[in-house]
């Protein structure tokens, strides 16, 4: 068996693990994977989302997406981190809809895009996209380590299996990876297998050989399932859509390290057990369902590729790529992604992305990025990437970098002291930065200097009219503290139409109608706002004064009692006071 002389292990230094707080599962599977790979304390993200086999996009981008970009900005690693490794418990799939122009995706294959997204390029939720590190039919010599330098995706691996105990066998046998064993290619071998699938197998076989691998392939050229005995370090089939393949289990002998996958729909559709009696059905059989990536884990396989929902045939995983590319020296993340076609689709990988037992030897740092930019203080590609799309559109670049500073500063907790300098400075440069205005808008606003705001909410206005949290807030402003009620009116009726109804405009809304002296029009719109936010103080006495206008002298006093007992000190306010003395 061929053999390389030394094998270097990877570290944690590129890796970021996400950890879901609400499942037991998820925080034991973590613990073990960060003290086997020492993972770096400021590389592991504990979010909090549902440990469902499914989420929908709002709330994987709310309680997944959003957590992680928050996490690798506020520690400077958005260039750092390659890969992204997800943990037991940790949903499998975005609802949405199906076919090849569908919204629905998995979790893992939608988060390879969220560098993308993070430097601010469009990203489409509908269909698939093509992946940019997928080596297709190029030779192995051809593929390249994957590196910041050159890519704007994470790769995203998952640790998962049916129990916490198969995947912290995963996690040992990718901590101790072999080199010796064979790799098993069963055909399916049927009518109608001249392209795709068995031709990939076939392919494989002639590649591996052409490395002078010929001795690990044991290609399956019939209809009967493989029969190989010995060590086994890659394996692929077609599972159970093959006639012959009627068990969970394949009866191999799988070494440390060994990965593979099948050409089946939707192996990956859940990690939960089946029952002990279960056994994978033929497609359109009306009991069992196709085989499952978790009997291969289980069975001893380090890495395996699966699908959440049906992929479409030319989408599957490229055998002939993926153990080329693992043999080479390519870890298990980046042999699997030479090997996929698309992202935003339904592909999962399970597996420690850093095994690699055929690696010669671990790539520097500098490689792999540039560090931080010493002016900017943020990922110098990062700040490359985003300036690419920015720039172009005319925004004065200096301006664009003194905000990047401003918002990172913020982001890893510095003073706004530090920030809001950079702030005046950018947007005096470029007042068409919105993000700046409005963080410069708010600190005026916390501070009592109305005038700025004001004025800041109106520079955003010039550049965007429909932004409804400007449009707000200028309007309430506008009533409240300058008394002008009326030019306050069409911008709160404007965002009101924009925000979807939601409490603090509504409440801006029926505050303004109210300054306009048009209490009775106001009522539903207080009503609204204090239904929804039912806690917030300001919102209920607002109510009050708003009933109190109207003469609902009893409604008014329910909303004064409701505030007053959530904050006694409101009681001390002049305005309360003198609501109190009107409606008592």
Known sequence: MWMPATVDAQTADNLLLVVNASSPASVTVADRYAAARQVPGSQIVRITTTDADNISRAEYEATI??????????????????????????????????????????????????????????????????????LNDRPIADARRFSRLTSDLFLVTRLDGF??????????????????????????????????????????????????????????????????????????????????????????????????????????????????????????????????????????????????????????LRPQVLFPAYLSGFNLAEAYYLAMPFLS?????????????????????????????????????????????LAPQGFNVAALKLQFKAESALLRGRPASEAHPLLVQATALEPRLIAAQMTLALAAEARQDHDDAIARYRAILAVDSDQAVALNNLAYALAERKGAAAEALPLAEKAYRLSGQAAAVADTLGWVLFKNGNAAAAVPYVDRAAKLESGNVDILIHAAFVHAGANNLVQARAYLDAALKLDGKAADRPDVKALQAKIR
Not at 68 to 81: F, G, K
């Open 65 to 134: 997406e959003a957590p992680i970009a928050t996490w690798l900005t506020r520690h400077q690693l958005q260039d750092q981190v390659l890969y992204v490794v997800l943990t037991k418990g940790i949903p499998l799939r975005i609802d949405g809809t199906g076919g090849l122009s569908g919204t629905m995706s998995s979790v893992d294959s939608e988060l390879t895009l969220l560098y993308r997204k993070m430097v601010g390029a469009p990203v489409s939720i509908v269909g698939r996209q093509d992946n940019p590190f997928f």
């Open 163 to 316: 129990t916490v105990d198969d995947v912290e066998r995963l996690i040992d046998r990718g901590m101790s990876p072999g080199r010796d064993g064979s790799i098993v290619l069963d055909q399916r071998a049927t009518p109608g297998d001249r392209v795709g699938g068995d031709t990939w197998l076939s392919e494989a076989a002639t590649r591996l050989t052409t490395m002078n691998q010929s001795a690990r392939v044991q290609l399956e050229t019939t209809r009967a399932v493989s029969p190989a005995a010995g060590p086994v370090i890659g394996y692929f089939s077609w599972g159970s859509n093959d006639p012959a393949f009627r068990q969970r289990t394949t009866g191999l002998q799988f070494t440390n390290g060994a990965i593979g996958g099948l050409f089946v729909s939707t192996d990956g559709r859940s990690f939960r057990e089946p029952p002990a009696g279960w056994k994978p059905g033929p497609p359109g059989a009306a009991a069992g369902g196709q085989s499952l990536a978790g009997d291969l884990i289980r069975e001893g396989l380090t890495g395996v590729s699966g699908h959440v929902a049906e992929p479409y045939s030319d989408a599957l």
């Open 345 to 389: 689709w339904q592909d999962v990988v399970i597996g420690d992305p850093l095994c690699s037992p055929f690696q010669t030897a671990p790539v520097a740092q500098d490689q792999l990025h540039k560090g931080l930019d010493p002016d900017v203080d943020i990922p110098a590609m990062f700040l490359d990437r985003r300036l690419a799309i």
